[in-house]
């Protein structure tokens, strides 16, 4: 099981899901979703001893990117997110403006831009880039070599990404869960916010993409 998740983070005003996961044996990690707290996450880093080789945003809404860049600065490891969520990510500024009453920072610069069927590395763990668009356009999900999937913000326990804000489309979150997330088999979820989860509870239970909903 190459798959450590060497802790899970809560971060920011929205109380975002961060987590620094990656193989124990060569002490290289990933890190999903800084959403907030650089000074913690890099903490965290280096009390592990951990090589930080990838920095990744399931999607480019600023709960879940706020600290990329300051991290990005520290460790000199790229920022990934995916291609149809640039423009999300352009809007950063307006966006705190608007939901938080402060001017948000300049948007993190992105290194790479994923597509599905990419592959983030960290030693032994390889993460799996599948796009689930729905909460934003380039939201995607991160499955770790089917030990389990990092949801951002499309699947929830119980519950879905709103599908509210500029680019959301509801048919299509319900579509990337049933057909991407459900697909995977029985899986524990571990989502942007919130209580981690499994695909077989959500199919069974979920009000909102549940198969008996």
């Not at 990656?22 to 965290?44: F, H, T, Y």
């Not at 070599?145 to 599908?163: K, M, N, P, Y």
Request: glycine fraction near 10%.
């Amino acid at each position: 099981m190459p798959l450590k998740i060497f802790e899970h983070l809560v971060v920011g005003d929205l109380a975002c899901n961060c987590y620094i996961v990656g193989d124990d044996v060569s002490k290289q990690a990933i890190l999903i979703d800084p959403g907030d707290e650089p000074e913690r996450i890099l903490e965290v880093l280096g009390r592990h001893e951990l090589q930080l080789t990838a920095i990744v945003a399931t999607h480019a809404h600023f709960d879940h990117v706020l600290a990329a860049e300051a991290i990005r600065a520290a460790t000199g490891a790229p920022f990934y997110l995916h291609r149809e969520d640039i423009a999300v990510l352009d809007w950063l500024p307006v966006s705190m403006k608007l939901f938080m009453g402060v001017e948000g920072p300049p948007p993190p610069e992105v290194d790479r831009q994923l597509d599905d069927g990419d592959e983030l590395v960290a030693g032994g763990l390889k993460l799996a880039v599948i796009h689930t668009p729905g909460h934003s356009p380039g939201s995607i999900s991160l499955l770790a070599q089917d030990e389990a999937v990092f949801s951002g913000d499309t699947l929830f326990a119980d519950s879905i990404g709103r599908t509210d804000l500029p680019g959301g489309d509801y048919e299509a979150i319900i579509a990337s869960i049933r057909t991407r997330l459900f697909g995977l088999g029985d899986l524990p979820v571990y989502p942007g916010h919130g209580p981690s989860t499994s695909t077989d509870r959500e199919k069974l239970t979920n009000p909102f993409a549940g198969l008996g909903s």
